[in-house]
C-alpha cells in the first residue's frame, strides 16, 4: 500500500529556534500534500496544502512566514516552523494520496510531535 | 461538505462486532462517506469508503442506509488493537483536479475502547 514517511518523529527545541519537518510519498508521486497539526485531545486541523512548484496555500488563522512550506519534488514537502514558541508545541501530520482520480483517500504519515521549550 | 454527528465514545469486547454509527442527514448526491481511523500519537489511516452500497475490504465493513442519511462502520471481530478514535467524514465525489480535493475536515470522531 501507499506510504508516507514523516521525519523527524519527535523533536524538542528551544524557544526561537526553527525546525524542519520532512514528509515523504516512499512509493509514489505526489503533486500535492498536506499539512495538519493537532493539539492535546484535539481533531486534526488543516493548515496549508502543500503544492509541488508552486506555492502553499493557507488555511485562515495559519501564518505563511511563520509555517514555511516547500515542496520541491513529486515525494517531498517540508514544513519548516519558524523561531518556534511554546505555542507551537503540538503534534504535526503530513498526508498524500497516490491517485489522482481518489484523492480523498490520504495516507497520513506517523506523525512530528514537536515541543518548544 | 455536510456535516457529520458520532457518538463521542463507545465500549466492545475483545472478540465482538464493533458497531461505530455516523449521522449525515445533510449529504448530497454526489458525497462520499469516508471512515479513518487515528490511533494514540499516529496520523490517521484510511478504512473504507462507500457512495450508496455496502461495502466490505480487508479492515471493516460500511452499512449505508437507504437514504443515505446516516451509516455504520462495522469491525466485525475486534481487537485490542483497534482501540482508537474513529471519524466519519463526508466529502465530494471522487474526481481528479480542483485544488479542495484530498482536504479532509475532521469532527471530534468516535473513542472506540475495546477491552478484553
Known amino acids: 500500500g501507499a506510504v508516507v514517511s514523516q521525519h523527524p518523529s519527535r523533536v524538542i527545541c528551544k524557544s526561537g529556534t526553527s525546525v524542519k519537518i520532512e514528509c515523504r510519498s516512499l512509493?509514489?508521486?505526489?503533486?500535492?500534500m498536506f499539512w495538519y497539526r493537532q493539539f492535546p485531545k484535539k481533531s486534526l486541523m488543516l493548515m496549508a496544502t502543500s503544492n509541488e512548484g508552486s506555492k502553499a496555500t493557507y488555511e485562515q488563522g495559519v501564518e505563511k512566514d511563520k509555517f514555511l512550506i516547500n515542496h520541491a519534488s513529486l515525494t517531498l514537502s517540508t514544513l519548516t516552523v519558524t523561531s518556534a514558541h511554546p505555542e507551537d508545541s503540538s503534534f504535526y501530520i503530513c498526508?498524500?494520496?497516490?491517485?489522482?482520480?481518489?484523492?480523498?483517500?490520504?495516507?497520513f504519515g506517523a506523525g512530528t510531535r514537536l515541543s518548544v521549550l | 461538505d455536510a456535516k457529520t454527528t458520532q457518538p463521542p465514545s463507545m465500549d466492545c469486547a475483545e472478540g465482538r462486532a464493533a458497531n461505530l454509527p455516523c449521522n449525515h442527514s445533510?449529504?448530497?448526491?454526489?458525497?462520499?462517506v469516508y471512515w479513518y481511523r487515528q490511533i494514540h500519537s499516529q496520523g490517521p489511516q484510511y478504512i473504507i469508503h462507500?457512495?450508496?452500497n455496502n461495502e466490505t475490504n480487508e479492515m471493516a465493513s460500511l452499512i449505508i442506509t437507504e437514504d443515505r442519511k446516516s451509516s455504520t462502520l462495522i469491525l466485525p471481530h475486534a481487537t485490542l488493537r483497534d482501540t482508537a478514535v474513529y471519524y466519519c467524514?463526508?466529502?465530494?465525489?471522487?474526481?481528479?483536479?480542483?485544488?479542495?480535493?484530498?482536504?479532509?475536515?475532521f469532527g471530534q470522531g468516535t473513542i472506540l475502547t475495546v477491552h478484553p
Open positions: 467524514i463526508v466529502r465530494v465525489a471522487l474526481q481528479a483536479g480542483g485544488t479542495s480535493y484530498g482536504k479532509l475536515t
Open positions: 462507500g457512495l450508496k
Open positions: 512509493d509514489f508521486q505526489a503533486t500535492t
Open positions: 498526508s498524500a494520496s497516490p491517485s489522482v482520480l481518489a484523492k480523498n483517500i490520504q495516507y
Open positions: 445533510t449529504i448530497s448526491g454526489n458525497e462520499y
